[in-house]
């Protein structure tokens, strides 16, 4: 089997980092640094927080900061996130060690974190040509995932010490409430299906959960595989949404990012994951595994599902507009407002055929 790392790249354009002052400040307070030589590598995924690979002398870390142009910042909250990390490592062994917190402007503009690079491979779609997968290590990749997004929602969360990083009561509402707040204040033109969406969600609330910790964006493109073993989650990146609440909200948000073997991918990016291969659990194959490692109740999972994809709809929405509004050159952004349209109108459809795809 071929390997695909995630190998990071020269930094883009406008997205450069004072390496003289963060490298000051890491020899200041990190141990073990006595002055090396700093450099900075970008690692190319990802829409949201940017992320680097910094090498100072023969160490490697990963550096994360929110996006430059970035106007909703609770969505990129670098000291939630690493203080979530903080905790969670020792306890659940695919999150990343975080190693240094920097909330000082002064260093690089803005917040940010350093944290442990774990190597592997991240299982991005199209795979290249070259890259080799059996059909059963397919299944396996696709068992590993939705296990570990069930084991996340078992943790004990209040003996990790993870009890304050939200508050699951009313949590639901007040996703909804809030994602089409985000919706009205990203939107660069009218979409009457997203209304339409808005209104169907707040009407349809599901009964009061026991809460859990969720991920808040978990998929493919945030998990990394041991190249080797494809049955070994190596990491969970990405815990910047990290929050207590009902976990069939990450799991419908989980659903909603999956394409089924036989349908047309709703997302013309199909960046999400080998979701599609021979071998790959289908979307009810995924919530049957998920509930009978958990036993919980998905009656209303079609709620979920549609929130998942409004939720992702929002988030493309607040990427396209920053490219839209000028804070960003990027041109992976350029098109972002059609795979919105293409998300808002499946997502009007689901609700009202009000079954699971």
Known sequence: MHVIQDEPQKVRKGEDLDLVSLSQHLYRFLPGLNGEPASLLQFPGGHSNLTYLLRIGGREMVLRRPPFGNQVKSAHDMGREYRVLAKLWSVYAPAPRPYLLCEDPKVIGVPFYVMERRQGVILRAPLPDHFRISP??????????????????????????????????????????????????????????????????????????????????????????????????????????????????????????????????ILPLAALGPTMMPGSLTRRELLDRYVARTGKDVTHIVFYYVFGLFKIAVIIQQIYARYARGHTADPRFAELDQAVVLLAHEAWRIAQLDRLP
């Open 136 to 265: 059963e290590e397919v299944r396996q990749a696709n068992l590993t995932l939705i296990d570990n997004l069930a084991d996340l929602h078992m943790l004990d969360y209040e003996r990790a010490g993870l009890a304050d990083v939200g508050k699951p009561e009313g949590y639901v509402a007040r996703q909804v409430t809030g994602w089409l707040n985000r919706w009205h204040q990203a939107r660069t033109s009218d979409l009457d299906a997203m209304e339409h969406l808005g209104q169907w969600l707040q009407r349809r609330l599901p009964p009061p959960a026991a809460p859990a910790l969720l991920h808040n964006d978990y998929k493919f493109d945030n998990l990394v595989f041991d190249p080797a073993d494809l049955t070994r989650l190596v990491a969970v990146l990405d815990w910047e949404m990290a929050t207590l609440g009902d976990p069939l909200m990450d799991l419908g948000l989980a659903l909603a990012y999956w394409t089924d073997r036989f349908e047309t991918p």
